[in-house]
């Protein structure tokens, strides 16, 4: 069996010339005699590929130089606490929820200080980004925190919040990479890598340097104090090598593509021949408000559950893989990212015609 269009909400498609690279690498990483995977991440060889995969990612976002840029562990979740862990000073700090990673975030906060839920959007299962310009922010909030990509309804800030001069920091795991970002406009950028970048195992964490420091929360640990990571350029302990590497592909893919630019161009294209579709269909709809929607994430429903059930297992027999909605919302999610071909999008715009048709 051939690749299949994966659709996956992530772990997620990767680009096959970066997959086919490492194939090649997998016995022999440029005459070392050995995978990347083998390798100390002492050795000259290794210190290569993760400086270079720093200086890829900096050059694509463009990253000011008082930004330090941190491989972590632990998955996106891991920070939901070392957010507040690191920066919560006043003991205090605003949430906007709108899905359930930014829920999760703000509940893990909450172990450590105070949380101020400033907006919502769950009166309307979170199908819209609330309105950020004029919010009730404390003076004394330490931040404000968003999720900028909801991967699981399919939302987008499209404009960020106006914070009243807070730190802004932004889970951008589903997001990352996917357009150019004035990385000035945040405090603290991070993203768990299996949605776009990379495998999953790698977080990466853009941290102005101002906010990198001693006097976290005294029982923070070592591991989860950013400044020891970033006193160590992120080799404190092993970091997920292989991840890495993998991530510094993609970061070379992107660049050939012509950067940020044109990988938002490209999305743009993607999302444009769903969303037309789920537009103008009779028996397909898009679930979120057309000024929030995601280039990424594309959630849909057919209003019926039983041919929903029919549509994810059909789509799969045809070698569209992963439609499934999540577990929590049902329906159907299509997520297009980076890597996701524009052929996949078409080729699956024209089975849902055709499967609306047999269904009519
Ligand atoms: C997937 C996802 C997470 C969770 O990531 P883990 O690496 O599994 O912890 C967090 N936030 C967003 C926006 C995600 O899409």
């Known amino acids: 069996m051939g690749r299949v269009y994966n659709f996956s909400a992530g772990p997620a498609v990767l680009p096959e010339e970066v997959l086919k690279e ?28 993760i400086k270079e995969a720093e200086k890829d990612i900096r050059d694509l976002m463009n ?36 899905g359930q990673w930014a829920k999760k975030a703000a509940q893990e906060a909450e172990k450590y200080g105070e949380v ?9 299962t979170f199908s819209y980004i609330p309105d950020c310009s004029d919010l009730d922010i404390p003076d004394d909030a330490d931040y404000v925190y968003i999720c900028e990509n909801n991967t699981i309804y399919g939302t987008k800030y499209w ?31 991070y993203g768990g890598v299996q949605k776009n970048v990379g495998p999953a195992g790698v ?28 006193d160590a350029d992120s080799l404190y302990n092993t970091p997920p090598c292989y991840g890495i590497y993998i991530c510094g592909k993609v970061f070379k893919w992107i660049k050939k593509m012509g950067g940020l630019e044109a990988m938002k161009a490209h999305n743009e294209k ?73 052929e996949g999008v078409e080729k699956l715009v024209a089975f849902m015609k055709k499967f609306e048709e047999e269904n009519a």
């Open 203 to 230: 977080v990466i964490a853009i941290i102005r340097e101002d906010l990198i420091r001693d006097d976290v929360m005294p029982f923070t640990p070592t591991m989860l104090k950013w400044k020891t990571q970033a």
């Open 270 to 342: 993607k999302a444009k021949i769903l969303y037309d579709f789920l537009d103008s269909s009779k028996l397909f709809k898009g679930t979120v408000e057309k000024k929030d929607r995601s280039l990424m994430n594309v959630p849909f429903v057919t209003g019926n559950e039983e041919l929903d059930k029919k549509f994810v297992a059909e789509a799969k027999a045809a070698g569209f893989e992963n439609l499934k909605g999540h577990r929590t919302v049902g329906g159907m999610r299509a997520s297009i990212y980076n890597a996701m071909p524009i």
């Open 159 to 189: 404009e960020l919040p106006n914070t009243k001069g807070k730190d802004l920091v932004a889970d951008v795991s589903s997001c990352f990479l996917s357009e150019p970002v004035d990385v000035s406009k945040y405090g603290v950028i």
């Open 63 to 98: 990253i000011p130089d008082n930004y330090k840029v941190l491989f972590l562990q632990g998955g996106a979740s891991q920070q939901f606490a070392a957010v507040p862990m690191n920066l919560m000073k006043n003991k205090k700090a605003a949430y906007i929820i709108t």
């Open 22 to 49: 490492a194939a090649d690498e997998m016995l022999d990483y440029k005459g070392t005699g050995m995978s990347v995977m083998e390798m100390s991440h002492r050795s000259k060889a290794y210190d290569d590929i």
């Open 116 to 124: 101020v839920r400033v907006a919502s959007s769950a009166d309307k």
